[in-house]
């Protein structure tokens, strides 16, 4: 591909959602990043997620549904809900609020930029790669770049005692506004609920 066409490939993969980038690197301490980088470098399981049977099929049916029209394909689409589902459950996160976030960080885009730089699914910046991982960690990487966002995440609730809203202000570096929250709040509610009508109508089709 000539250089101009690549070029206009990366200007156009440069993410406008992509609020993470306005994060400010931070000074950790020494117990804090041990943990964090235990955290994500702990190996994932050897498939995507090991989703349990039943509710988990449910839940994945459901959300392949919501998700098809962002990404169409079949098996990338299984790929990621799985990875989203084993890595938010992992960091004690609810899978669905993941799936919001990550709508308005990058809408599913898994080489999406930030001008600042942040990079994939979750928009996480690159100095956290230095701060608590491994200069071989690839943020494009669908499940590195999960593992990262979600310990981060979490870290933030944590920190913040638990208040999602303040941690989702954190997570975007923008402590005290209301934007960024309501949005992922918003994203989550109307696009990513798990009502329990939805999950009775698809454990009926299943058993069919």
């Known amino acids: 591909m000539p250089r101009r066409a690549l070029f206009a490939l990366f200007l156009a993969l440069l ?40 509710e988990s099929r449910v839940w994945l049916a459901i959300m392949s549904s919501r998700l098809a029209s962002r990404v169409p394909d079949a098996k990338v689409r299984l790929d990621l809900l799985q990875s989203v589902y084993y890595e938010a459950s992992r960091a004690g996160l609810d899978p669905q609020l993941v799936l919001g976030l990550i709508q308005v960080e990058s809408n599913f885009r898994k080489y999406a930029v930030s001008l600042a730089g942040a990079r994939g699914f979750m928009q996480v910046m690159p100095f956290w790669v230095k701060a608590i991982g491994d200069r071989e ?12 966002g979600c310990t981060i995440l979490r870290h933030y609730l944590d920190v913040e005692k638990g208040d999602l809203f ?36 698809v454990a009926n089709v299943l058993a069919h």
């Open 15 to 54: 993410s406008p959602l992509g609020w993470a980038g306005a994060q400010h690197e931070e000074q950790l301490a020494a117990s804090v990043q041990a943990a964090l980088s235990k955290a994500v470098s702990d190996h994932a399981a050897t498939r995507p997620a090991a989703v349990h049977e039943g």
């Open 137 to 148: 960690h690839n943020l494009f990487h669908l499940r590195t770049n999960l593992r990262y």
């Open 166 to 201: 303040r941690a989702l202000g954190r997570y975007n570096g923008s402590l005290g506004r209301a934007e960024y929250p309501n949005a992922v709040l918003a994203a989550w509610k109307k696009n990513w609920a798990y009502p329990a009508e939805d999950s009775v109508k």
